[in-house]
């Protein structure tokens, strides 16, 4: 399974950008996906969280801005950010767990990421 992301750049502060990421492969069923960013200096963190079925979770910093859905059809996840601060700039990245349909071994796989910057 691969993770391709893409949507990332620039934009100033009370902007919108709109992440993608795709699953591609065979073989598999998606569990749940999501993401996590990671800032210059710290440690990696959870965005959002979604399952295939369509049930959200957020991390307190997100709420009310960011939204994350998934369209199971295509193995994607979205991830909406509305009035983005500077403090969102990182690299973000996606994330996916997957049960292997032949063997029911569930796997975890990362994106490459890419980069949000937020210019106050």
């Known amino acids: 399974v691969q993770l391709v992301e893409s949507g990332g750049g620039l934009v100033q502060a009370g902007g919108s950008l709109r992440l993608s990421c795709v699953a591609s492969?065979?073989?598999?069923?998606?569990?749940?996906m999501d993401w996590y960013r990671q800032a210059p200096g710290k440690q990696r963190e959870l965005v959002a969280d979604i399952t295939s079925r369509g049930s959200a979770k957020y991390s307190n910093f997100v709420k009310g801005r960011f939204t994350i859905s998934i369209d199971s059809t295509k193995n994607t996840v979205y991830l909406q950010m509305n009035s983005l601060k500077p403090e969102d700039t990182a690299v973000y990245y996606c994330?996916?767990?997957?049960?292997?349909?032949?063997?029911?071994?569930?796997?975890?796989?990362w994106g490459q990421g890419t980069q949000v910057t937020v210019s106050s």
């Open positions: 994330h996916a767990a997957v049960t292997d349909i032949y063997t029911a071994q569930i796997m975890e796989y």
């Open positions: 492969g065979t073989g598999f069923r998606l569990n749940y």
